[in-house]
């Protein structure tokens, strides 16, 4: 009878501890925008996230020029030029080729935030970037189309890495307050690298026969002032303490953060989830697939970074000059169409930062993917009808709502979606696949949609039409919402999603050493011989 009364009591004890602290968690001290923050998030998305938008944008406009010269540079070679199978195959691999190489990048996400930390992985993939741009700014002058075939390959390694690397480094930064938008800034530095190459593209400027190699290799730019500038700002203080054990280096690297000296707080946030981490140990990919309590997270982000490339939105940038050409729009015009999409992207993304934190993840996704989804129906229609007078602006109105769909919810928020559901020890793992299946779905749009495009004609979009309702299906019924709550209160959610709440209560009690003796083995052993 006392020892089920001394049960009774640890369970009290134990759940008003929780109450008092889920309490206390519910009304947290609320960080703000530092200038130390705010310029690391600039330079390190300046310098990585752009250089992904510039490069996804920056083939688009000197298309013709480049094929002309993979031709012009095949006759000086073999006496005759490609045919258009051998040039369609090319060109494809130009294309996708960066995306291919995006992928690779991603499976050396883990092992270098890991062995690097997240600010050293930064600094390293820059080479990724320097070089490349240097070899593709000359390939005219060589005389050589395939160093711009490899060299995609190359910077698209850098993509890989930046893509899940910025997210993960900015995310480990930022206060809970401020994560979702500093999350969604890599965002929307990829969007204006995608306005910046489509403008550098037009006509008038660089999109010439004479200056598509300055176009390509300017790249190297962002990576070279990041290089410069980066070293001056803290390493992520969740690596410093809990990977690598630094907890004074971690204090210093918050302090500057957040420009003031009582971090307590978050240091104690950050201590809780290292001892979490500690009984857990650090996850590789193949334990992630086989751990029962991050099952729905890992299938979560499967799905919504495949949503967000299968979705058709690459298909748009890779070839968005040629679906305004079918559309009906002229030649001269389409530059101009396309550099006003680039910029609604842009102002739609930013949009997405100032709201992400006030209307949540969920919805954002919701309206995204569902927006993109009857966009996409629409621009079936509107391309199959062009012969009628005022299709071709129903064309370009559907771009433009697919693109604000996409800017808003499913291009923006997955990859905060990765920070926030995974703990340190898992969170590499899970960038890396999030990652790769983003780059791998990338690589496959990109080198299919034109054979889709050649096969089906207009029909190629009911199938992106699909996929985004069918996410939207998904994260209706399983996504949680995760805005202004810690990495732990998240972790909780889930665990009732997976069936291990009953763990997780469990390694909670392990928080308390005055009340745990009572559960011990021998302890209990003790009292039933004595009963």
Not at 34 to 48: E, K, N, Q, W
Not at 108 to 121: A, E, L, Q
Not at 435 to 447: K, R
Request: net charge neutral; with cysteine.
């Amino acid at each position: 009878m006392h020892f089920k009364c001394m049960k009774a009591e640890l369970r009290g004890r134990t759940f008003k501890m929780k109450m008092e602290r889920n309490h206390t968690s519910m009304e947290p001290k609320k960080g703000r925008m530092t200038l130390m923050l705010a310029l690391v998030t600039l330079i390190a998305a300046f310098g990585s996230s752009f250089q992904y938008g510039y490069n996804v944008s920056v083939i688009n406009s000197p298309e013709l020029f480049m094929k002309d010269f993979y031709n012009e540079t095949y006759y000086e070679r073999k006496g005759e030029y490609m045919d258009e199978n051998l040039m369609l195959a090319l060109w494809s691999l130009t294309v996708s080729f960066f995306p291919l190489g995006g992928f690779f990048g991603s499976l050396m996400v883990g092992p270098m935030v890991n062995k690097c930390g997240r600010k050293g992985t930064l600094l390293i993939n820059n080479i990724f970037s320097i070089i490349p741009a240097i070899l593709m700014g000359t390939s005219k002058v060589a005389k050589t189309f395939e160093v711009i075939i490899v060299c995609r390959i190359i910077i698209g390694i850098c993509a890989g890495l930046s893509s899940n690397v910025v997210p993960m480094y900015l995310g480990e930064l930022s206060p809970k307050n401020l994560r979702g938008a500093v999350g969604v800034v890599p965002q929307l530095f990829i969007t204006i690298g995608i306005l910046v190459a489509q403008i550098l593209g037009m006509r008038m400027i660089l999109g010439s026969t004479g200056g598509w190699p300055i176009l390509l290799g300017l790249t190297g730019v962002p990576a070279a002032l990041q290089l410069l500038l980066l070293p001056f700002f803290p390493e992520s203080p969740r690596y410093l303490l809990i990977q690598k054990g630094d907890e004074e280096g971690a204090k210093t690297a918050l302090k500057k953060l957040r420009g003031q000296d009582d971090v307590e707080d978050e240091m104690e946030e950050m201590r809780a989830e290292d001892q979490a981490e500690k009984a857990e140990g650090r996850m590789s990919v193949l334990t992630l697939f086989t751990y029962r309590g991050l099952r729905w997270q890992l299938i979560s982000i499967i799905v919504m970074m495949m949503g967000q490339q299968l979705s058709g939105v690459n298909a748009v940038y890779y070839y968005a000059d040629s679906i305004y050409r079918r559309a009906g729009i002229k030649e001269n015009d389409v530059q101009f169409v396309t550099v006003g999409t680039g910029a609604v992207n842009v102002v739609m993304t930013l949009f997405a930062v100032f709201i992400v934190e006030s209307l949540g993840r969920r919805i954002l996704l919701l309206v995204g993917f569902g927006l993109c989804s009857v966009a996409c129906a629409v621009l079936t229609v509107a391309l199959n009808l062009k012969s009628i007078e005022w299709m071709p602006y129903l064309s370009i109105g559907c771009v433009i709502a697919y693109v604000i769909g996409h800017a808003v919810g499913a291009s923006a928020i997955p990859s905060v979606m990765i920070i926030e559901m995974f703990l340190q020890s898992s969170r590499p793992a899970a960038f890396m696949v999030g990652g790769s299946v983003h780059w791998l779905s990338n690589f496959t749009v990109g080198l299919l949609f034109n054979y889709m495009d050649q096969g089906m004609g207009p029909y190629s979009f009911l199938i992106f039409c699909g996929i985004c309702l069918a996410t939207v299906i998904y994260i209706f019924i399983i996504v949680p919402e995760t805005k202004n709550k810690t990495f732990m209160e998240i972790n909780q959610i889930m665990a009732k999603r997976n069936g291990t709440e009953e763990d997780v209560d469990k390694e909670e009690l392990k928080d308390f050493p005055v009340a745990s003796a009572p559960y011990s083995k021998k302890a209990e052993v003790e009292r039933n011989s004595a009963l």
